[in-house]
């Protein structure tokens, strides 16, 4: 089984910064794919940005610029670090995990902006 556990939501001001922390446990393989999505009330579930094992990125237009996503594949944990941030990011975020025996979710941990 494999277990993610998000930290590091909570309620800031526009403009201000949060660190995300996934860290994931239990019977990892390579975790190729590591990622945050984004799931705001009446809305679908998007990406964020994602990292492989190699260290290539990739964003969300919508965050480029003001987010960046980082792992560290000795602590088994991916990062996000939320700069600039906006009301419109408002929602619970969710890190992802794909390794060769599947995909797994974390519970999700809740970021709100306040304007």
């Known amino acids: 089984q494999v277990q993610l556990v998000e930290s590091g939501g909570g309620l800031v001001q526009a403009g201000g910064s949060l660190r995300l922390s996934c860290v994931a446990s239990?019977?990892?393989?390579?975790?190729?794919?590591m990622g945050w999505y984004r799931q705001a009330p009446g809305k679908q579930r998007e990406l964020v940005a994602f990292i492989t094992r190699d260290g290539r990125t990739n964003y969300a237009d919508s965050v480029k610029g003001r987010f960046m996503i980082s792992r560290d594949n000795a602590k088994n944990t991916v990062y996000l670090q939320m700069n600039s941030l906006e009301p419109e990011d408002t929602a619970v975020y969710y890190c992802?995990?794909?390794?060769?025996?599947?995909?797994?979710w974390g519970q999700g941990t809740q970021v709100t902006v306040s304007s």
């Open positions: 992802r995990v794909d390794q060769m025996t599947g995909s797994y």
């Open positions: 239990g019977r990892l393989f390579s975790m190729n794919f």
